[in-house]
Nanobody, 122 residues
């Protein structure tokens, strides 16, 4: 089994910064793509940022230029640096990973973290 554990959420004023971390542990051969989603009350979960094993990134238009995703493959950890935060960024942020658990089956498995709350005050 695999666990994704997020940390770094909290309360920040508009214009401030936070850095989220997500550490993956368990039966992991390699992580293909890993990223962050968010879900505000009454809204659908949406992609915030994604990074592939090759380092390619994808961002939601609403966060481009303000958020930066990075990963440490040796630590199976992904980070989300969030700058210039706005009240509309307030959400529960979830880590998501597509990964291989072994080198033989080549079957991708998808996992979610438990989420971390980000609150932005105006």
């Amino acid at each position: 089994q695999v666990q994704l554990v997020e940390s770094g959420g909290g309360l920040v004023q508009a214009g401030g910064s936070l850095r989220l971390s997500c550490a993956a542990s368990g039966t992991i051969f390699s992580i293909n793509a890993i990223g962050w989603y968010r879900q505000a009350p009454g809204k659908q979960r949406e992609l915030v940022a994604l990074i592939t094993s090759g380092g390619s990134t994808n961002y939601a238009d609403s966060v481009k230029g303000r958020f930066a995703i990075s990963r440490d493959n040796a630590k199976n950890t992904v980070y989300l640096q969030m700058n210039s935060l706005k009240p509309e960024d307030a959400s529960v942020y979830y880590c998501n990973a597509d990964l291989y658990e072994d080198p033989w089956s080549r079957q991708l498995h998808n996992y979610w973290g438990q989420g971390t709350q980000v609150t932005v005050t105006s």
